[in-house]
């Protein structure tokens, strides 16, 4: 498999997570792109003993990513339809401009947002 690269805008930097009883770790990370008209979203995955790796990014930070494509089959049985599944496995990265953010996720900038709110500021 090649190497490629991706370069964007970190907006998402998941916690890592476990699955299954054998400890099978990945860690999301989302690059946006924006072109004027409408914002890309990539979704990159760290892997096992590469998690860590993404300590170092913030949101908000401009990077290049290098990563390889991953596919898979999958199958309930015999005679159910196959399923096709594609990941970009993150490899390594730079950082080219750091964007000031601190790293956060979806959900704390969720919790941000409703400790903000005072319902009595209805906005209509």
Do not use: H
Not at 4 to 17: A, L, N
Not at 31 to 54: M, T, Y
């Amino acid at each position: 498999m090649s190497e490629v690269k991706v370069q964007g805008v970190v907006s998402v930097v998941e916690e890592t997570k476990t699955y299954g009883s054998n400890g099978f770790q990945k860690r999301l990370v989302v690059l946006e792109q924006n072109d004027g008209r409408f914002a890309n979203l990539i979704p990159l995955e760290f892997i096992k003993e590469n998690c860590s790796k993404a300590d170092g990014l913030n949101v908000g930070d401009n990077v290049e990513v290098s990563y390889k494509l991953s596919g898979r089959k999958w199958q309930r049985d015999p005679n159910s339809e196959v399923k096709y599944f594609l990941s970009a496995e993150a490899l390594s990265f730079k950082v080219l401009s750091g964007g000031g953010g601190e790293q956060t996720d979806v959900a704390s900038a969720n919790d941000a947002f409703s400790q903000s709110y005072d319902e009595n500021d209805i906005p209509f």
